[in-house]
């Protein structure tokens, strides 16, 4: 066992991004990450088995929050609203983050291995978020539908917060995420007889000339 | 050149199947693919690049539907309907294909790299879908949460259709998911103040003891 280093995860991971940054990612190996930390590899790789899993070194703790989240949601509460307070309760990793967040999207619009990952990182979500409404007792396919369309308007909101120009936070794009889903949904479709009378559809929109 | 060869995508993609089924996936080369199809190798790699796109060969397909349905939408549809006709087109080529689309069900879930290549196959589907809405001007947030919503609908129905017992068509499973979307968000949050009132709360269900 090395001795213990202070955050050195934190710090492993912010010279990944200054080096992703400074060198492109390609060029940046784990030995290079290690030092500008000032640690060994060994630690590095006590923390991330390589240099991609350090974009996604928070994946975890984002699935402990939503599982969580959801499974103290008061009794009674719609599964939608679960999933919604769930994404919520991640605002907090956010915090502070939106340089870092940006930085972090610069590299998965150039490189496919990182979107692929980023894809599977919100399917865990998804997934961690059903799972643990089927737990609650919600049937399917509402637990997997709710839990897709929760991260749905997640993916959507984070890329918005991202490149909001007014910097909006991330519960205020989050919110306008499900205040949209809702409207696209009131908008459309036939509905059963016990429905309620349509609101007003929302026609596509022309483009101005 | 070599000489045309009838169906060739289709006997290549019957061989796999049926290889991959019988050997396992791992162990079925591109060389033992196009021998069962009676092709040569040069021939599979027309149309494949490698083993695992055999599985992924409809892809395009599917993609130029939602484009063209998306397209083709009457104007002043609402976005999420211009979706769900999109997801409803490609019901022709899922008919009669259940049985194949279990078999290659069973091989996702056996192998990550072939979850892994789907969710970028859906991520791709949303793209396309939001792409096409911008086109006929639909802003964003909409254009992204219409496309995103829609397949999240996609993905759980197409699965609950492979689970069926009672064995209903795809289009039954994706009108279901449909209203179960409609059900979901109209069951929760607080809307602004033009929103209807709400329809009654679907509280999550307790579990039967």
Redesign the interface.
């Known amino acids: 066992m090395g001795r213990w280093e202070p955050n050195a995860r934190d710090r492993l991971a912010q010279a990944a991004m200054t080096l992703f940054q400074e060198h492109g990612y390609d060029r940046t190996t784990v030995q290079d990450i290690a030092a500008r930390a000032g640690l060994t590899e060994r630690t590095f790789f006590r923390y991330f088995t390589d240099k991609k899993e350090v974009l996604f070194g928070g994946s975890e703790l984002l699935n402990e929050r939503i599982v969580t989240t959801i499974t103290e949601?008061p009794?009674?509460?719609?599964?939608?609203?679960?999933v919604?307070a769930a994404l919520e309760a991640m605002a907090p990793f956010f915090k502070d983050r939106r340089d870092h967040s940006r930085a972090r999207q610069a590299l998965l619009a150039a490189h496919a291995e990182l979107?692929?990952r980023e894809?599977?990182k919100l399917?865990s979500m998804a997934s961690a978020a059903a799972e643990t409404?089927r737990k609650?007792?919600?049937?399917?396919?509402?637990a997997?539908?709710?839990a897709?369309?929760g991260?749905?308007?997640f993916?959507?909101?984070f890329?918005?917060w991202l490149e909001d120009p007014k910097a909006q936070d991330y519960s205020r794009h989050l919110q306008?995420?499900?205040?949209?889903?809702?409207a696209?949904?009131?908008?459309?479709?036939t509905?059963?007889p016990d429905a309620?009378?349509p609101?007003p559809?929302?026609?596509?929109?022309?483009?101005k000339p």
């Open positions: 949601a009794p009674g509460t719609a599964p939608l609203d679960a919604a979107r692929e894809l599977i399917a409404l609650r007792g919600v049937t399917e396919p509402t997997s539908l709710a897709e369309a991260i749905a308007v993916k959507v909101a890329e918005r306008l995420g499900l205040d949209e889903l809702r696209l949904t009131a908008s459309t479709g509905e059963g309620p009378p609101r559809a929302r026609p596509v929109r022309a483009r």
